[in-house]
């Protein structure tokens, strides 16, 4: 198992900026893809981007598509969520997983999950 520690989260206004951080440790942070989650209250937890193991390849859920980056610098165990252009729509817990396939896009598939950290956009 990887252990994963979120950070970054905070309140900012519609339109702005945050970035968050997980890093890893316990594990080979190389061999896993890395996706973030997010859950909203009463709402179910969804899909929000996912890297692959070298970084090559990303995937991103529609409604973030064009606005957040997911990059990792594998050298410092780290995955990076640049969000910008934030909504209100986007506030939630936001959770940094770790999966041993390539690049999934289902909670399932996530074998290792961080804390999360609290993401709130005021409009």
């Known amino acids: 198992q990887v252990q994963l520690v979120e950070s970054g989260g905070g309140l900012v206004q519609a339109g702005g900026s945050l970035r968050l951080s997980c890093v890893a440790s316990g594990r080979t942070f190389s061999n896993y893809g890395m996706g973030w989650f997010r859950q909203a209250p009463g709402k179910e937890r969804e899909f929000v981007a996912v890297?692959?193991?070298?970084?090559?390849?990303?995937n991103y859920a529609d409604s973030v598509k064009g606005r957040f980056t997911l990059s990792r610098d594998n050298a410092k165990n780290t995955v990076y969520l640049q969000m910008n252009s934030l909504k209100p729509e986007d506030t939630a817990v936001y959770y940094c997983?770790?999966?041993?396939?390539?690049?999934?896009?289902?909670?399932?598939?996530?074998?290792?999950w961080g804390q999360g950290t609290q993401v709130t956009v005021s409009s």
């Open positions: 997983a770790a999966s041993r396939s390539r690049a999934p896009t289902e909670a399932p598939m996530y074998q290792s």
């Open positions: 890297i692959s193991w070298s970084g090559a390849t990303t």
